[in-house]
């Protein structure tokens, strides 16, 4: 892993050098429509069919709004049934949710989320039934969502054991939404706005230098998430003006950071992350503790009893400390050949990193995740 890890850091700067074809993008794959956002639907239903893994009706962790909702289902098909008689272990209470795309037309599909919401054990093997998803900021319904849930979990239990892979309370139901009304689009009148998903100055000023070379003075920008575009002379409706303007190809300028997940020892960084003069000093303190268990016998007809314990020893060991250093202006091929000179572990370079950056030393952003 560390040498995996290693050689990332060292290929990162090499691919950014290759030039212009690693640090180019579609405009479609920067920017957005202003006035076309995507629409996140939520809605609250009923999983049906598990194997007694879901919500319990009674009882001080129960979830009576389960039953609840069971009972107004069947008064929905016309059977009264008191809800003090529903035993709801194969039906959960779930939160289902989706995103839905800005020109998604009656008839899409979406791919939806289902969430319990009680104390079902698991929604493996579960059937979502049919499922309402609005929007909650202004109450209106564009999609309807059912069918098979798939967890891509297992859950087994047997005499109080039990095995669990994955997270069995979380599943999706793929295409399981479709909508019913469209959602309202404006895409503006005489101006387009182009909306960055990662705002900068740099970027923005690059894209409307693109749309400018293919269309005169057409883009301007308004600040560094938002480019304008005025309709130019022929061209009267906005989807042909995006529909030329997607392909074309922007130099992006790729910001200096460095990405860490503690979690999973992963290290990720950019190949213009630059590291200032600094000097490296790595050193590894090893303490053991050990117990040797006695017996301790009495002696003969003396009635004593035997005493039994353990005697603890301490065995520190200290690494001579290894240094290196980084000359003015690094990169992160040189810092990674430095550090594999070491011996480093992933956690190892995590801690390197973190300490350069309080050092003021990294020339860029450092995220934790």
């Known amino acids: 892993m560390r040498r995996l890890i290693l050689l990332g850091l060292l290929l990162l700067p090499l691919l950014a050098a290759r030039g212009q074809e690693a640090g180019q993008a579609r405009l479609k794959d920067l920017i957005t429509v202003e006035g076309a956002a995507p629409i996140q639907l939520i809605g609250y239903g009923l999983v049906v069919g598990l194997d007694r893994t879901g919500d319990r009706a009674r009882g001080q962790r129960g ?21 003090n008689l529903l035993q709801a272990r194969n039906a959960a209470a779930v939160m289902v949710t989706a995103t839905l795309d800005p020109f998604a037309a009656p008839g899409t599909r979406l791919d939806v989320t289902v969430s319990a919401l009680g104390d079902a054990r698991s929604l493996s093997g579960g059937v979502l039934l049919q499922t309402p998803l609005q929007d909650p900021t202004t109450g209106q319904v564009y999609a309807i969502a059912q069918g098979p849930v798939s967890t891509g979990a297992v859950l087994a239990s047997s005499f109080g054991s039990s095995v669990q892979i994955n997270h069995t309370n979380t599943g999706r139901v793929p295409g399981g939404a479709v909508v019913t009304a469209a959602p309202p689009v404006t895409l503006g009148g005489p101006q387009l706005g182009l909306v960055l998903k990662r705002p900068d100055f740099v970027n923005a000023t690059r894209i409307a230098e693109a749309i400018n070379g293919r269309y005169p003075n057409a883009a301007e920008v308004v600040h560094a998430g938002l480019v304008r575009v005025s309709l130019p002379n022929g061209v009267d409706n906005p989807a042909q003006l995006l529909a030329e ?5 922007i130099d992006v300028d790729i910001p200096a950071r460095v990405v860490i997940n503690e979690r999973t020892g992963t290290i990720v960084a950019g190949g213009n992350v630059r590291i200032s003069e600094v000097m490296i000093t790595y050193g590894s303190l090893v303490i053991s503790t050990q117990a040797e268990p006695f017996v301790a016998q009495p002696a003969p007809f003396s009635q004593g009893e035997t005493v039994t314990g353990a005697r603890a020893t301490i065995d520190v060991q200290e690494e001579v400390a290894r240094s290196v250093v980084l000359g003015p202006n690094a990169d992160v091929a040189q810092l ?31 995220v934790i995740l």
């Open 336 to 366: 990674a050949a430095a550090l594999n000179e070491l011996g480093l572990t992933a956690r190892d370079i995590i801690a390197i990193f973190q300490a350069i950056e309080r050092a003021g030393a990294l020339q860029g952003e450092l």
């Open 245 to 249: 303007l997607e392909p074309l190809t």
């Open 63 to 83: 979830s009576p709004y389960t039953v609840q909702s069971i009972a107004n289902m069947l008064r929905r098909f016309g059977i009264t049934v008191d809800p």
